[in-house]
Each structure stands twice: as structure tokens, then as C-alpha cells.
């Protein structure tokens, strides 16, 4: 498991590209990887902040940091 891992889930769940998911699996990693009700908010941000999404989209793109 790892970024890569993540990064592959990411474009999966989320429809984009493997370079963007990436990116969103580096940048957003540290506030995804253990969701608390703070870091929660922190890390749809970070997602929403590279890619457009729903509110489902979230709950699964959240769901593919689990495999750091």
C-alpha cells in the first residue's frame, strides 16, 4: 500500500487522471490519512481544491487514503 495505491483509487473514485491523482494523494495525505471531525473538513478541502466534486465523490475519495 502507499501513494501510488492511493493515487490509483483516487483516479478510480474520482474519474481523473493519474497525475492529478497524485498530486491530490501527496498534497491531501497527512489530513486524510486518519480523518478526525477537524481534519475531516481539512481534507475535503484539500481534495475540492484539485478536483470539482459531490458530496459523494468526497466520501470516496476519502475512503482511498485508508490504503496509506
Known amino acids: 500500500m502507499g501513494i501510488g495505491t492511493v493515487a490509483a483509487c483516487l483516479g478510480a473514485?474520482?474519474?481523473?487522471?493519474g497525475t492529478v491523482a497524485y498530486l491530490i494523494a501527496v498534497a491531501c495525505g497527512s489530513s486524510c490519512v486518519a480523518p478526525t471531525p477537524v481534519t475531516?473538513?481539512?481534507?475535503?478541502?484539500?481534495?475540492?481544491?484539485?478536483?470539482?466534486?459531490?458530496?459523494?465523490?468526497?466520501?470516496?475519495?476519502?475512503?482511498?487514503?485508508?490504503?496509506?
Open 13 to 17: 473514485v474520482l474519474g481523473i487522471g
Open 40 to 68: 475531516a473538513v481539512i481534507c475535503a478541502a484539500c481534495i475540492g481544491a484539485y478536483a470539482v466534486l459531490g458530496a459523494g465523490g468526497i466520501a470516496g475519495a476519502v475512503a482511498c487514503f485508508n490504503y496509506l
